[in-house]
């Protein structure tokens, strides 16, 4: 039955034992200890919490870790002390910025759940932990539905191929709709649901008003109430009501039968155990809860439907039975697809159209049991973990986090760091519970914990090992130069200039910078040669402001930060011809300069010697005839003959372009983006151990190559935002020609609100809505009249700039009514009067 926690109460009385002593509420002991290194992985759960910024995924989280009996007191976002949101900018603001690890003991499983941000500005964090999940929990505010941020996370998670369950939270709101929003759900998000339990109302006596007092389990015929008399107001009891045909709820069983009916006829159409089962009696109240749960398991697993709940978090209703669903239909690591590993000897610069290293056969995936490691087709154990976070901890150092995808990482080891060929030395290995660390004597295969004592290790590294020697040099070439997808870091779109207030803080500018530079990828640094800055860039205004904030309030930095601005690219628009460039030293170089605009999948590139320069989206193509004959010679040979490795030569001529095209454009001198540089032959020198002087040559031949360009041909790339501006019918007018006018934005579309209005909607979404049953919304109907929604929504595209201050602007408009969002969607060309515009500016 459900609701059976894992208690650690009568573990509590016994041992009076405390584990940590960070959090003055924290409570748990040796047995959960136990708990946490012994479940065994059928019963481990890597979960994130994803959903727009304010659903209630840290007071959800909160909730979670009190019931589980981790912590003895609920913490409180208002107040700033829950266990999560630890940094001093998340307490201050109430928002979370960066996501946090707990372990949750559920019902004799393990949760490990990663409570992410909301704000579109912290989108690389959803990111790199989505990639070490395997399951999420999406969570909607019933009265706001389905958000523009929803969407997102929702795509990613998709994307990754990620199962979700879908919690609508602040059921107890005024305009709470769960109906509405589980509609919402189908049509916008374009997936089937399948309700597991269903909000129940009473009646106020004085005011008529329906107050959400409990959940309907539709699988197991129960009402569950919290705020009956015998419940508890911390919401840790629970009353469970068997509802019966005879029993005193008969709305509530007619109610069940209307959901169990839908989730009989959804569910059989994917399983047929559940048809069969109803066709056994041919009443829906019969078909067992086991057999309906068993088939949400395998349809939400492989992505077929989605299970929904709801609840209201803050008033402590509804929570037990999301940590139950996360064990019933979210898979463990051993249900999720094995991890693919490229093993391309060349990964420093990947390829975007997968076709590229010269040593072609070398770079075939091959698969890992998530079990012992097991190289899937060859015999070797293989450890491979991934580095999804770095950060630096004044008193442990660095802390990396990991997920371990195969085999067992064991402390104190020497393990291969894929990505620079280097041997890495590691210390302690911790699990975290959000700030708290608990030593371990390994991480096992589906395990998310901490490397200390290294810094040899940046996010999206991968780290290998043998699994079963535990040494490294046992590995064969392929399985050491194994490496998990790496992740993506999204581009910049705003900068500020730092500078440091006196010279002699100089040193310390820099040693703090770099500390949260490693911290998060999603900032950049460069160096304005011009007027001597350094230029900080990350995602978005409030990424920068928080930055800023630990740089000078935490770091204590004397520095002096400039105005937020937007980050601009440049890049050329006709093509350079062949340069070469020649060192005394025997090394040579023949390049030419393009540039490209659209996506790099459309490109038609070459099948072999591509490269994908990521910060910057620029190409390489390194044509093989231009291989010299020495060079090839050597790869023709089974040993490799000169000193210094073909992967070091490449990489050379790799970073002697980026060299050369992050010291940019003519107009700014910013980054050059969408270039494609040639190498049609080169030369080194076969003796030499250095390639140096082909980094130098390389640079300067671009330079020179980039110099022979008219001033015409240079031009700035500017950030393009797609915009959603939710209005009301009356402010329709107004804000689309302040649009167009004031911002620059074309109008892509406006939708009605109701309609399925998500760029990727589907016709057979909105077929899906109508046919999915929902219960009546009581809550709407008290919705007062003078409420004047937002029913239409304005879909634009403007210049970043732009948009600046435009929710200042938008609320003047429209006396303060309606709300937008917007997102990148990628740099754009700009034409020449507003090339002349914002040069002027
Ligand atoms: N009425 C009501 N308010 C809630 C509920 N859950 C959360 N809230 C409130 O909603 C606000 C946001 O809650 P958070 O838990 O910080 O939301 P979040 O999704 O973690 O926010 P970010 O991490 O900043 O994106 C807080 O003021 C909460 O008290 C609920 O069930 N009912």
Redesign the pocket.
């Known amino acids: 039955m459900i609701l059976r926690a894992f208690n650690l109460k009568p573990f509590l009385a016994r041992h009076g034992q405390r584990l940590f002593h960070a959090s003055p509420r924290w409570r748990a002991t040796e047995d959960y200890k136990d708990v946490i290194l012994k479940t065994p992985l059928n019963r481990v759960r890597n979960i994130g919490i994803i959903?727009h910024?304010?659903?209630?995924?840290?007071?959800?989280t909160e909730r979670m870790l009190y019931y589980s009996g981790v912590t003895g007191r609920i913490g409180n976002?208002?107040e700033g002390d829950t266990v999560t949101d630890y940094m001093t900018q998340e307490k201050n603001r109430?928002?979370?910025i960066q996501s946090a690890a707990v372990t949750i003991p559920w019902n004799k499983h393990k949760i490990n759940l990663i409570?992410t941000?909301?704000?579109a500005d912290f989108t690389f964090e959803v990111i790199r932990s989505l990639r070490v999940l395997d399951g999420a929990v999406t969570?909607l505010d019933a009265v706001a539905g389905v958000e523009a941020q929803t969407e997102k996370v929702w795509k990613q998670a998709k994307d990754l191929a990620i199962p979700v369950v879908a919690y609508v939270?602040?059921m107890?709101?005024e305009g709470a709709g769960f109906g509405r929003t589980v509609k919402e759900i189908v049509s916008r998000l374009g997936t089937r649901v399948v309700i597991v339990n269903v909000p129940y109302f009473i009646k106020d006596r004085m005011t008529g008003r329906s107050i959400f007092e409990g959940v309907i389990d539709v699988f197991d015929k129960k009402l569950l109430l919290w705020n009956s008399p015998n419940g508890a107001s911390d919401g840790s009891k629970v009353e469970v009501i068997d509802i019966a045909e005879d029993s005193k709820y008969p709305e509530v069983y007619q109610e069940v039968l209307k959901c169990r009916e839908a989730a009989v006829e959804q569910l059989g159409e994917f399983d047929e155990d559940v048809i069969n089962s109803f066709f056994e009696t041919e009443d829906y109240m019969k078909v067992p809860s086991s057999t309906l749960k068993k088939a949400l398991r395998k349809a939400c697993i492989e992505g077929y439907a989605t299970p929904v709940l709801c609840g209201?978090?803050?008033?402590n209703i509804g929570v037990q039975p999301l940590l139950d669903a996360i064990n019933d239909y979210l898979p463990s690591p051993l249900e999720v697809k094995p991890p693919e590993v490229t093993t391309s000897a060349i990964q420093s610069a990947r390829s975007k159209n997968k076709k590229q290293t010269v040593q072609q056969d070398n770079s075939l995936p091959i698969k890992v049991d998530p079990r012992d490691g097991l190289v899937i087709n060859n015999n070797h154990n293989l450890m491979t973990a991934l580095a999804f976070k770095v950060i630096s901890h004044p008193v442990r150092g660095i802390m990396v986090f990991v997920r371990v995808y195969s085999g067992k990482l064991q402390p104190h080891s020497t393990v291969l760091n894929s990505r620079t060929g280097e041997k890495v030395r590691i210390g302690k290995l911790l699990l975290m519970n959000a700030d708290i660390p608990q030593e371990v004597r390994h991480l096992s295969s589906g395990s998310i914990g901490v490397i200390t004592g290294t810094d040899h290790i940046v996010t999206g590294d991968t780290l290998v090992c043998h699994s079963v020697s535990k040494n490294p040099n046992q590995l064969p070439p392929k399985e050491k130069s194994a490496r998990l997808l790496p992740i993506k870091v999204p581009p910049p779109v705003f900068s500020v200039s730092i500078e440091p207030a006196s010279v002699s803080e100089n040193r310390k500018l820099e040693t703090c910078l770099n500390t949260l530079l490693r911290e998060d990828p999603s900032l950049h640094l460069s160096y304005d040669e011009e007027t001597g800055q350094n230029i900080l860039s990350g995602m978005g205004e409030l990424h920068l402001e928080i930055t800023k904030d630990r740089l000078i309030n935490d770091m204590k930095v004397n520095a002096e930060v400039g105005e937020v601005r937007v980050t601009y690219k440049e890049t050329i628009t006709s093509p350079t011809g062949y340069f070469t460039g020649v060192s005394p030293d025997g090394y040579e170089i023949e390049i030419s300069v393009d540039s490209f605009e659209g996506p790099i999948e459309d490109l038609d590139l070459p099948e072999e010697g591509v490269f994908y320069l990521e910060q910057d989206d620029n190409i390489v193509i390194i044509e093989p005839d231009g291989i010299p004959s020495v060079v090839k010679k050597a790869l023709d040979a089974e040993i490799w003959s000169l000193p210094v490795s073909y992967e070091t030569i490449i990489n050379g001529i790799l970073s002697g372009v980026t060299g050369a095209l992050q010291m940019g454009g003519r107009h700014a001198r910013l980054p050059l983006h969408w270039m494609i540089v040639r190498v049609r032959r080169w030369m080194i020198n076969p003796e030499a151990n250095n390639v140096s002087p082909l980094i130098g040559i390389t640079r300067t031949t671009i330079l020179d190559a980039l110099a022979s360009l008219d001033d015409k041909t240079a031009t700035l790339l500017e950030p393009i935002m797609q915009v959603f501006v939710y209005v009301s019918d009356e402010d329709l007018g107004p804000v689309s020609q302040d649009l167009m006018s004031a911002r620059n934005a074309k109008i892509t579309g406006i939708e009605d609100e109701t309609s399925v209005s998500s760029s990727d909607a589907i016709h057979w979404a909105k077929e899906q809505a109508e046919k999915t049953y929902v219960p009546h919304d009581p809550t709407l109907g008290y919705m007062k009249k003078t409420h004047v929604s937002a029913n239409k929504i304005i879909k634009a595209e403007a210049p970043l700039r732009e948009m600046i201050g435009y929710l200042t602007k938008l609320r003047s408009l429209t006396r303060g009514r309606a709300t937008y969002d917007m997102e990148f969607v990628g740099m754009q060309r700009t034409p020449p009067d507003r090339l002349r515009k914002i040069l002027e500016q």
Not at 53 to 60: Q, V
Not at 312 to 315: D, G, H, I, L, T
């Open positions: 959903a910024i304010d659903a209630g995924k840290t007071t959800t976002v208002d109430g928002i979370t409570d941000p909301g704000h969570i939270n602040k107890d709101r209201a978090s803050f008033k």
